[in-house]
């Protein structure tokens, strides 16, 4: 399948494998661009900016097609060294960045200047609109129904997507909500250039996460997961179980992030796709939880959401009354 | 345009016009059923059952087209007289109905055994599943984007759509933030078998309610929506303005239900609706006021969108190879 953004990444499917902190890794990575999907290793996911250069060597062994890095920029105290992962980036001869996160614009420009193609993402059209002004070359704007950080407007793919297409000119990926081929025919029918898919990658035979994260992901459905940290105005979707209704019940409260940090501390996603304990820690999972009923190779998903993509347009064309 | 649905009802194009309080009444349910869609009468906006025999006798000298009538059922201390308003209906030989709201089991038995059609609205896949195993006809499907009562979970049409179509086999109507082309084919993508749309057919000219709202709704982005009383359960999403924005400080701060009567009372959407002061009182609408830009008559907005529905089927059969 053709589109803006198969053309600007020189891939062969629409669909991007976006950062995932802690589940981004050499394995994964390759076997999605195996697949002939654009995915992004996490930076920060690894240690030091050494790491990073390690691990895309790591990838680069597994897989001759070309991937992506991901960088994601958060405020805290004491930020991550950027910079150096940013410079490990482009001397690794990346040609593709997934930005995430407030104020790329000192990274865009230092990418743009060597060359590397950079995808934003974000979770507002304004914010988009701001990105593409900063020189981006395509966006990836992330809906209500995500996994993780979905921002403090709550505006779904369906009305998202078309949103955003109405303001921008550059390729869009619709992320967030998508897991299956009606998903990718869906946004591609609301204007999308692409999708990325999170959660979906999570669940396969590559993704290196304890086997109970995947299967409680199969298990789940599209109302188990919880919106925490709202009244903190740092939204994140999570997996929903004893511990993210015990956060949002203290934030019910009036409780602060004090009051919840030693109930999200140590128990982040990292350990629990480690050890598997679903029900103790905080993970992130979105609501396409509802429609992954089973844990693929990267290469049996992608082949069969290409493969049942066409019928759907097949189906659609027949619908309208197309000579199919 | 044919699917399961304009099978099942017989009409020409799968859009709907659900049941709007204060909204649904003779000239806008006659335009959208000369237009091809089918379109459902508000009962409870006629303050008696004999005001709504006579509006659907006025309906008849606008169309001679079907149409349908929406009757929502509301827990109320008083509630209107269900049992007259059904006995109306069937009377008159309506023969599609939308109902909406808690256990419609006694009205559909009575529907069904006077061969009168039934499309049950409602907010969740359980609730879908339940009503099917009840005997409707099909189900219409409100995603959080819509407006009105979207429930409590917050499962936006992206998920709910696919999600539904995985537990249900009766013809599912895709209903909210649907307000194009775009929407109809999504959803069509998503497995769905035609569309709702509420605020769209609002901000049309037929629509009889106050110039001021419609071009609020031009007006209006994605996030000119708030969500109140979610704090009581009974989550609606309406306009955004001071007094929404007043409704959901009161919330935040632990309100009651009696701390906003006063404000919500008498400055509900039938107010509104009829006087045009948007900034002061609660109306319903939804997040598609972000896709809503113009104010057409019914017949060029269908036209439209089912001219651009083909383009776009048109131009996914290029995307996916097919000849188109």
């Known amino acids: 399948m053709k589109?803006?953004?198969?053309?600007l990444f020189d891939v062969e499917h629409p669909i991007t494998l976006g950062g995932m902190q802690a589940v981004g890794r050499?394995?994964?990575?390759?076997?999605?661009?195996?697949?002939?999907?654009?995915?992004f290793l996490s930076a920060l996911t690894q240690p030091t900016p050494e790491d990073l250069a390690k691990e895309i060597a790591r990838t680069r062994e597994l897989t001759d097609k070309p991937f992506g890095v991901n960088i994601t920029i958060l405020p805290t105290i004491t930020p991550p060294p950027y910079d150096e992962y940013r410079r490990v980036i482009i001397e690794a001869g990346i040609t593709a960045v997934e930005t995430a996160?407030?104020?790329?614009k000192e990274h865009v420009d230092d990418f743009k200047?060597?060359?590397?193609?950079?995808?934003?993402k974000?979770?507002?059209?304004?914010?988009?609109?701001?990105?593409?002004?900063?020189?981006?070359?395509?966006?990836?704007?992330?809906?209500?129904?995500?996994?993780g950080h979905p921002g403090e407007d709550d505006i779904p793919g369906l009305i998202l997507i078309p949103a955003a297409m109405d303001k921008l000119d550059i390729p869009v990926v619709a992320s967030g909500g998508i897991a299956?081929?009606?998903?990718?025919?869906?946004a591609l029918a609301l204007g999308a250039d692409g999708i990325n898919m999170g959660s979906r990658f999570m669940a396969t035979q590559e993704s290196y996460i304890h086997e109970n994260v995947k299967q409680a992901m199969v298990d789940g459905d599209?109302?188990?997961?919880?919106?925490i940290f709202r009244t903190m105005r740092n939204s994140a979707r999570v997996a929903k179980n004893a511990i993210s209704q015990q956060v949002r019940e203290i934030e019910k409260n009036g409780g602060t992030f004090e009051d919840v940090r030693e109930l999200v501390a140590g128990a982040r996603g990292r350990e629990v796709y480690a050890t598997g304990d679903t029900d103790h820690g905080i993970w992130w999972a979105g609501m396409t939880q509802g429609l992954i009923n089973d844990i693929p190779t990267v290469a049996e998903l992608i082949e069969r959401m290409m493969r049942e993509a066409d019928e759907i347009i097949g189906r659609l064309g027949a619908l309208a009354g197309t000579p199919a």
């Open 222 to 227: 599209e109302r188990s997961t919880d919106l």
């Open 180 to 186: 299956d081929a009606r998903g990718l025919v869906a």
């Open 122 to 147: 974000c979770v507002a059209v304004r914010h988009a609109v701001k990105a593409q002004s900063l020189g981006v070359d395509a966006i990836s704007i992330d809906g209500f129904e995500c996994a």
């Open 101 to 104: 996160g407030s104020n790329p």
């Open 26 to 39: 050499a394995e994964l990575i390759a076997a999605a661009a195996n697949a002939g999907c654009l995915a």
């Open 113 to 120: 200047a060597h060359g590397v193609k950079v995808i934003h």
């Open 3 to 7: 589109t803006r953004f198969t053309e």
